[in-house]
């Protein structure tokens, strides 16, 4: 069977998946530059830590508080975001998760620096679950987070999204009420951070303020970019290869930084649009979703 | 179909339109021309909700619409098309069109959930595109395509949400003489379909031929209007070009 | 509190408002002329420290290694902006701001790996006199940054007033299209923009190391932050605005953090004005919408 790392590192890959979706909800579709997706991680880390090991929830009635309080979060944060656009809205984000993760430092409420400990694993009929178990929990929510994002990529809420990213005066102006669809975009960006989250604070068992600052968010931002902003693979990838790496390549945990900086910049040069993103090189050379379709026989564009 | 009375608009200091009045009849080609700077895209952004009136009122189909955000005048029946043209540059053409026809149908969750992709809705798009000459390129991504089929576009996205007056922003600039012909051709076909028509042009020979009444705005104030042989001979009209003319 | 208290606190918010002063300048000049956010310029402020701090070692002069390090962490502002910056002006905008944080993190490993990830003191002796003037305790090195802050901002004044080239690169700022119309090289306005901008924040950085004795890899990055709010708050691209905004959270932060218990770090403070006032003021203190 699979060894306890392996496992490890597979429990964290799922974690991120879900929390880079929830940024590429947000940033992918909507177009709503966000530097701060952590602090809707943390919402929900936060609410379920505190309620299972403060007022005796259970894992899984703690869960959908937990979802809601980062849905919330979301629409909180959402609505002053909705005036500013590009670069102040950037700003914004960063601002948002900095008062964030302040906030949870020096309000004792919260635990303060030291955080929260003992986080109980979620129990199963009475009996705490083991890891292998755990697995199964953090990849049916993978496939969860997976399957309602690629129904929300075919619907018309996805389309008002990106037609809104692409432009949104014209989606205005086409009888869409943007700032409706950007809340939207908020809630549910924010409740699947949230969810990873939750998941996060059950496994490490162990949750600190600055698990969900800005520096954790810009590593959210990293996977997303790097896989591909906007699609549902890019997210899948970025995520599993940037959190295996450092785990299974020592030197890239003692340079992580050295080499996520290098890799933004690198990715930002020669493949802005991420390695599995529409039209990349690797999936031109593929060939499974070409720029353009080859003569008047074109199949329909599939997501 | 459309009246507007005593519109104004003022950015700070500079009065960008002042005082213009229209009555735009149903089923019409209605023109507005006038030289550079004159406040005939101001005057579509007033129109369409985009920018606030400063003064003045606009009535639609005897709803009021000054006032209203760009959205729901949208959604009352009147849409447009942009002087420089705005597509939605990383969604395919049809998805473009469809973006206007999900519009329409209104943003209740249950709604919004829905797949779009899929008949009643693909089959509308696809008659639009066909309309506009679009249709052999459904697939293709916007920004891909070359300017003239993105006039086009615009007018088949503008169409999706079923408008009854079509605001079209110089849509003829930058075309070739046989797309311009194809374009013509387009907006007489709109017209005899019960779309009112009410288009910015700098093409003098487009505007005269295809508007039967036409407005003309010099600063921000219309000083005519009347059916193109009227104003071609207005001598008032002929200063306000010419005179610009000589000062440049 | 006594009003001694109070000067002297006066006394430590100028210093702190010069110090973000050198950094937002930049940054708004850095902001008017390409519309980035160049976040990674808190690395090239942390760079200075580093370079003034080897340059002290090297030579046992301070002015010489400031000089130094100014001239080097231009050199640098300058290498970015024509070889990272420059090639990607024409993407989208989103693209450059990742970048420039990916370089703002690399430039953070990339001390810890040349220097050590361990603090490391900047001690220079004649920084530390004390005097005492009109009953305020002021170190030199608190008399330095002032009237350093002061040289800098008379020098740049008139450069920016009186040069050709002054006047070149705020036309740029103003409109691109019509400063190229004009025959400005705008390349070049933006180079010298880095260059100029990169070299006092390098300034600030060397003071910093320099007045709390402590050189270290993540000095940067409260200051990368901060530096965002600064321009914000300022009004993007204003310089004025930025340095005037500094100021205030100099004053802000020492007068918040002694005399009150909010649960905010002093950066929260920063962070939490720059959100109100997006929300209320989206055009910042002094900037053009």
Known sequence: MIGEYH????????????????????????????????????????TSAMLTTGYGFSFWSALPIALGASALMGLLAGLPSLRVREDALAVMSIGLVFVFESLLIYLPYFGGPV???????????????????????????????????????????????????????????????????KLYAYCIGATYAGLGGVLYAHFINYITPYDFGFLPSIYVLVMVVFGGL??????????????????????????????????????????PRGLLGKGSWVMRAIRLRPEKPVGAVAGKTVR | MLKV????????????????????????????????????????????????????????NGQQVHGHAAHRIARLGIGRTFQIVRPFSELTVMQNVLAAIGAKLGESLPVLLREYDRSPYTDAARALLELTGLGEHENEIAKNLPLGMLRRLEIARALGLEPQLLLLDESFSGLSHLE????????????????????????????????????????????????????????????????????? | ???????????????????YAMIAVGLAMIYGVLRILHIAHAGIYAAGAYLGLYFYGLTGNFVIALLCAMLLAGVLGGLVERFVYRPMIDKPRIVI?????????????????????????????????????????????????LVGTATIFVALWLFMQKTRTGFAIRAVAQDLEAAKTMGIDADRCAFLVFVVGSAIAAFGGVMVGV?????????????????????????????????????????TETLVTTYTEIPLSREGIAMLLLVLLILFRPQGLLGRA
């Open chain 2, 180 to 248: 311009v012909e194809a374009q013509v051709e387009l907006v007489r076909r709109l017209r005899s379909q019960g779309t009112g028509i009410l288009l910015i042009e700098h093409n003098m020979k487009v505007a005269m031929n295809l508007c039967e009444r036409i407005a003309v705005l010099d600063h921000g104030e219309k000083i005519a209007e009347g059916s193109p042989a009227e104003i071609v001979g207005n001598p008032q009209v002929i200063e306000a070009y010419l005179g610009r003319d000589y000062d440049a």
């Open chain 3, 97 to 145: 701001l990742i970048a420039s944080i990916g370089l703002f993190i690399c430039l953070s490993d990339l001390f810890r790996i040349l220097a050590g990830p361990h603090q490391l003191p900047f001690n220079v002796p004649e920084m530390q006199t004390q005097y005492t003037l009109a009953g305020l305790r002021m170190s030199s090195a608190d008399l330095f940054i």
């Open chain 3, 1 to 19: 509190m006594t009003t001694g208290v109070l000067a002297q606190q006066l006394v430590n918010a100028l210093s702190l408002g010069a110090i």
């Open chain 1, 230 to 271: 906007g699609t549902i693979r890019g997210p899948l990838l970025g995520a599993a290869f940037l959190t295996a790496m450092p785990e299974l390549f020592r030197f890239v945990q003692d340079y992580r930084n050295l080499i996520y900086g290098g890799l933004l910049v690198f990715m930002m040069f020669f493949e």
């Open chain 1, 7 to 46: 496992l490890t590192i597979l429990i964290l890959m799922g974690i991120w998946m879900i929390v880079a979706l929830g940024l590429n909800v947000l940033s992918g579709y909507a177009g709503l530059f966000n530097l701060g997706i952590a602090m809707y991680m943390g919402t929900g880390a936060y």
């Open chain 1, 115 to 181: 955080g929260i400990g003992r986080i109980p694993m979620p129990s199963i009929g009475g009996e705490p679950v083991g890891k292998f178990t755990y697995l199964l929990i953090v990849y049916v929510a993978v496939l969860s987070v997976v399957l309602s994002n690629a129904r929300l990529a075919r619907s018309w809420l996805g389309l008002a999204w990106e037609s809104m990213r692409d432009d949104e005066l014209a989606a205005s102006a086409t009888g869409r009420h943007t700032p409706r669809f």
């Open chain 3, 211 to 251: 007045l709390y004795n402590a050189v270290y890899t993540t000095m940067g990055d409260m200051i990368a932050y901060k530096g965002l709010a600064l321009i914000v708050i300022g009004g993007f691209g204003s310089m004025s605005g930025a340095v005037l905004a500094a100021f205030l959270l100099g004053l």
């Open chain 2, 5 to 60: 009375r005593n519109l104004a608009r003022h950015f700070g200091g500079l009065t960008a339109v002042r005082n213009v009045n229209l009555d735009v009849e149903d089923t019409c080609i209605f023109g507005i021309i006038g030289p550079n700077g004159a406040g005939k895209t101001t005057l579509f952004n007033l129109l369409s909700g985009i920018f606030p009136c400063s003064a003045g009122e606009i009535y639609f």
